[in-house]
């Protein structure tokens, strides 16, 4: 069975200290994996799509990897502004659809 | 419009209830998906539009959903005789790619959603 799994479920962190998020999936055939933002009382924003391991997506302080196991967010110098969930998304060649992660709460402490 | 419009933001039901939300995606988007966020999870599909057709369905929990996006634009997503287990964050989510296939293998624009509390 397809399925994705992320940790930590929460994460709080100083401002301006980096960590990352993890995406674990097990899937019959990876199309892309995506990474979302979703806002307390928004729906997800897309931040980036990786199709292939090895492939790398940087946007300001978020910087997204792939392997052909998991995936990572790791993000740099955060900053209060970038405290939201993050959720892990992939499209499989088995289904055509797409298979959400519960998600990573992140918290930045001012 | 900017973005994708989903009405009415909030909506309380009694058990037994019937309710409609509404979905409008970005104009000229022909791929539609409707999803249910339930609290402290990742959003589920429920069903998926090209245009005005219902290409999959497969993610309605019960025969109890029901969706239509007659003129290929808005949505309604209608539940009837509504249950406590429908509580959840409904989002409708568009694409310009057609084609669930291809359009599930790109990013998706989501509305702000709306949450069902079914009492």
């Known amino acids: 069975e397809d399925q994705v799994t992320q940790s930590p479920e929460a994460l709080r962190l100083q401002e301006g200290e980096s960590s990352s998020l993890n995406c674990s999936y097990t899937v019959s055939g990876l199309r892309g994996l995506f990474w979302y933002r979703q806002d307390p009382g928004k729906g997800p924003e897309f931040l980036f799509t990786l199709y292939s391991a090895g492939e790398e997506k940087e946007k300001e302080r978020l910087k997204a990897t792939l392997t052909k196991k998991e995936s990572f967010l790791h993000i740099t110098a955060p900053k209060p502004e970038d405290s939201a969930t993050y959720l892990c998304a992939v499209s499989v060649s088995s289904a055509s659809k797409i298979i959400f992660g519960s998600g990573t709460r992140l918290s930045i402490r001012p | 419009g900017a973005g994708v419009s989903q009405s009415p933001r909030y909506k309380v039901a009694k058990r037994g209830q019937d309710v409609a939300l509404r979905c409008d995606p970005i104009?000229?988007?022909?791929?539609l998906f409707w999803y249910q966020q339930a609290l402290g999870q990742g959003p589920e599909f429920l069903t998926y539009f090209q245009n005005e057709a219902q290409l999959d369905k497969s993610g309605l929990p019960s025969d109890r959903f029901f969706a239509e996006r007659p003129e290929g634009s808005v949505s309604t997503l209608k539940i009837q005789r509504t249950q406590q287990e429908d509580s959840a964050v409904y989002l409708c989510?568009?694409?310009?790619?057609?084609?669930?296939?291809?359009?599930?293998?790109?990013?998706?624009?989501f509305g702000s959603g709306t949450q069902l509390s079914v009492l």
């Open positions: 989510a568009s694409s310009w790619v057609a084609g669930q296939y291809s359009a599930t293998n790109e990013k998706l624009f």
């Open positions: 104009s000229g988007h022909v791929s």
